[in-house]
């Protein structure tokens, strides 16, 4: 949070003060960043025609008699490709809804405008600064709703701010953290397909002398999707964990820098965040409220990301403008809850 400097306007008495907005700014506008996005639309095509070519067609036999086809691998390959057809076509719905959804703004509205002024609205947010004022941005002019953060590359304040992906051109943030979060999970499903059913075609291509064209795109198919694999499920993973742990990968750095406890130890406070629902709601801040529809690119998690549900209160220091100042408290969050009556409990 920034702080009035010379050259800002002076302040007049019983006048609020505010600084100006950034001009807003076009997305999509600069067309070199949409090569990400066109090296992972020519990866997957290339792969699937690896995979489709390659190693579906050979083994669903067209064209061969009844007595000559053999059923079983015939019968294997259909459950392949009808698998990885539906995993395809899920991951590209999923990229195109993560690239194609704003991931969410401060809105335009009075009480989200900054002005010198003493804040009167800070009981609107969670996360404040050590006077208790709202956070606020010094780029956009606006107070900062809790989790949200400043992208200086899509040039806005983000809600609930993952972190910037140029793979997407797009911020990862409230709105579209499912989609991309699918892209991910249906990545990795893919790729793990591809490696595992594809080897005995790799190992068939040398048994049986294929040509050195169709022996060389089995071998780069089936690298390429266990480098990926490796890649992908690494990061998914991280993601899942920062799921249940209610956290974003930009919080999730903040509490690994190194803090001080009242003794002056070095403390790191990963193991607590004040938006921790709980698992199922955990997944539910994130996937969505309908569990049938949690692997689907459908019915986003509800709410405006402007606001956030805890599961306990009071994590937060009230004197503090550190989020995870209130980290040291969690700790004994499991004996207080020992501690806690039983409640809703029939007599």
Not at 21 to 37: G, H, N, Q, Y
Request: glycine share 8%; net charge positive; hydrophobic share 40%.
């Amino acid at each position: 949070a920034s702080q009035p400097v010379a050259g800002d306007r002076p302040r007049s008495a019983g006048a609020a003060r505010r600084r100006p907005a950034m001009p807003d700014v076009e997305r999509f506008s600069e067309p070199l960043k949409f090569l990400p996005i066109a090296y992972v639309a020519c990866t997957t095509t290339g792969l699937w025609t690896i995979y489709v070519v390659l190693h579906c067609l050979p083994r669903l036999q067209i064209g061969a008699s009844p007595q000559s086809a053999d059923q079983g691998w015939r019968l294997r390959t259909q459950v392949e490709l009808s698998v990885f057809s539906g995993a395809f076509l899920l991951f590209a719905v999923s990229y195109l809804k993560s690239i194609l959804t704003h991931p969410g703004e401060v809105p335009s509205s009075r009480q989200w405008e900054y002005s010198f002024e003493s804040d009167k609205m800070s009981h609107l947010v969670r996360e404040k600064k050590k006077s208790g004022d709202r956070r606020h941005c010094k780029w956009c002019g606006k107070y900062k709703p809790d989790r949200c953060h400043h992208c200086r590359v899509c040039k806005t304040c983000i809600l609930k701010m993952d972190h910037h992906c140029p793979w997407i051109y797009n911020c990862v943030g409230f709105h579209n953290y499912k989609y991309f979060f699918l892209v991910l999970f249906y990545a990795v499903l893919e790729c793990q397909l591809i490696f595992w059913t594809m080897m005995d075609s790799v190992i068939r291509s040398i048994v049986d002398g294929l040509p050195f064209v169709t022996m060389f795109f089995l071998f780069f198919g089936e690298t390429l999707a266990l480098f990926l694999s490796l890649l992908l499920t690494t990061f998914w993973g991280f993601h899942i964990w920062l799921m249940f742990k209610a956290m974003s990968t930009i919080e999730y750095c903040e509490k690994a820098m190194p803090k001080n406890d009242d003794e002056g130890r070095a403390v790191a406070g990963w193991g607590a965040s004040p938006y921790d629902r709980g698992c199922y709601g955990n997944l539910c801040a994130v996937l969505g409220d309908n569990p049938l529809l949690w692997l689907l690119p459908l019915s986003p998690p509800a709410g405006d990301g402007l606001s956030y549900d805890a599961e306990e209160e009071g994590l937060l220091s009230p004197h503090s403008g550190d989020l995870f100042a209130g980290a040291r408290a969690a700790r004994g969050l499991e004996a207080r809850r020992s501690l806690r009556p039983k409640a809703r409990r029939a007599p």
